[in-house]
Nanobody
Framework: QLVESGRGLVQPGGSLRLSCAAS????????LGWYRQAPGKEPEGVSC????????FYADSVKGRFTISRDNAKNTVYLQMNSLKFEDTAVYYC?????????WGQGTLVTVSS
């Protein structure tokens, strides 16, 4: 089970941090990441991080503004979102990938509005 937190309403240019904690029932996680789906749009991979070597991916749309980090001891991944834009409004989903399957969080709503 993945438990997300950090949903909120923020003004353009503002910041927000999302957290996602993987429960102890999920073992051997290879990567943790975030996807998002904006209203009327296809899902988009935002960022992910490898647990073993720390390799990181960012979508072009968030490079330089978002930072992903992990706490392996807590099985938790964070997404620090800065300089938020209207187009960042979406439901953000946490994703964990193991050697056998993927897991998804319930989604957390981020709204960027003035």
């Amino acid at each position: 089970q993945l438990v997300e937190s950090g949903r909120g309403l923020v003004q353009p240019g503002g910041s927000l941090r999302l957290s996602c904690a993987a429960s102890g029932y999920i073992f051997s996680i290879n990567a943790l990441g975030w996807y998002r789906q904006a209203p009327g749009k296809e899902p988009e991979g935002v960022s992910c991080i490898s647990i073993d070597d720390g390799m990181i991916f960012y979508a072009d749309s968030v490079k330089g503004r978002f930072t992903i980090s992990r706490d392996n001891a807590k099985n938790t991944v964070y997404l620090q979102m800065n300089s938020l834009k209207f187009e960042d409004t979406a439901v953000y989903y946490c994703n964990a990938v193991t050697s056998t399957r993927g897991y998804w969080g319930q989604g957390t709503l981020v709204t960027v509005s003035s």
